[in-house]
């Protein structure tokens, strides 16, 4: 029988080890942006909220994505990390992320920056919406070439589930089930998301299946859907059984998902680990915190 009060302590015990890790996060600095270019570290502002609370200082970091909201060809806005590396996930991973910060902090910020906030984020979850209607969809398994496109519809599927609550819209929260409905059908009987062949690269195939891992079991816990967090538990034992996430990446993608299962927890330790230890004495890079407060969030919608 599952022992209720050990399965809170155990998830305490992951809270009490992120908790240290993003707070207090650094401020944000423009490194590799441009007029048609915006990083994706912007996206601090969900830690900075999560862990103090509003204050103008931390939300400074939104303020380019408000002013961009009202450009006509949002969609050609590049979203890139402090290196200057783009990649598609990017994106719903920034809106998600300051989507958060708004439910977090809405009740206490200045009413003239709730109006800022509010008016800016509705084009972007717009432009989330439209890029989702342009994904390709497979009858049957999702082959692990289209990784990338499918953890970015993942991640815009996350953002558009919490902007669909925060602004009382069906149609994005219906389009969110709909997308993580498409993609636990598409599971393989391993448990793997994607379907590989001899020319997939592992390590590239994990670090996808770790990106898309993460959006849904966010999106599953936040969403009580059951049959995506059934998909979670299974993905995570074949990443347990088939894969070295640390060989994938250094970032803490699928950390929660992990801690959420009593037979992954190697795995969150692991994970931990490695987002501790990429960078001494550099401190932990921007997506890390924002993977590591989303993580620290879902705890703490069951403590």
């Known amino acids: 029988m599952t022992d209720p009060t050990g399965i809170q302590n155990e998830l305490r015990r992951y809270a ?43 939300a400074t970091s939104v303020n380019r994505l408000v002013e961009l909201s009202r450009l006509a060809n949002l969609q050609d806005i590049a979203v890139v990390d402090r290196s200057g ?59 692990a070439g289209r990784g ?31 997308v993580f409905g498409k ?10 998301f994607l379907a590989t062949s001899a020319r ?5 195939h994990w670090y996808h299946e770790l990106v898309i891992l993460h959006a849904a079991a966010s999106y599953a816990v936040q969403a009580e859907d059951r049959t995506v967090a059934a998909a979670v538990a299974h993905n995570g034992e074949w990443h347990l059984r088939e894969t070295q996430p640390d060989h994938a990446t250094t970032q803490p993608w699928g950390v929660f998902a992990f801690a959420w299962n009593a037979a992954t927890r190697s795995l969150a330790d692991q994970v931990l680990h490695a987002a501790a230890t990429q960078a001494p004495g550099a401190g932990i890079d921007g997506v890390s915190l924002v993977l590591l407060a989303d993580a620290l969030y879902c705890l703490r919608l069951f403590l």
């Not at 600095?29 to 830690?47: G, N, W």
């Open 16 to 58: 009490a080890l992120i908790e240290p890790m993003t707070a207090p996060p650094p401020g944000f600095t423009a490194e590799a942006e441009d007029a048609r270019s915006i990083q994706v570290e912007r996206a601090i502002v969900f830690p900075s909220t999560l862990n103090g609370g509003w204050s103008a200082e931390r």
């Open 200 to 204: 997939d690269n592992p390590e590239t």
């Open 85 to 143: 590396h783009h990649r598609p996930v990017y994106r719903g991973l920034l809106i998600y992320a300051w989507l958060q910060a708004y439910r977090l902090a809405y009740e206490t910020m200045p009413r003239d920056v709730f109006g800022q906030w509010e008016e800016g984020l509705r084009p972007w979850c717009d432009l989330l919406e439209s890029l989702i209607g342009d994904v390709e969809w497979f009858e049957g398994p999702i082959p």
């Open 183 to 192: 993609i636990t059908r598409a599971q393989q009987s391993s448990g793997s």
């Open 148 to 178: 990338a496109s499918m953890a970015e519809a993942a991640w815009m599927a996350l953002a558009l589930h919490i902007a669909g609550k925060a602004f009382v819209r069906d149609a994005w929260t219906d389009l969110a089930g709909d």
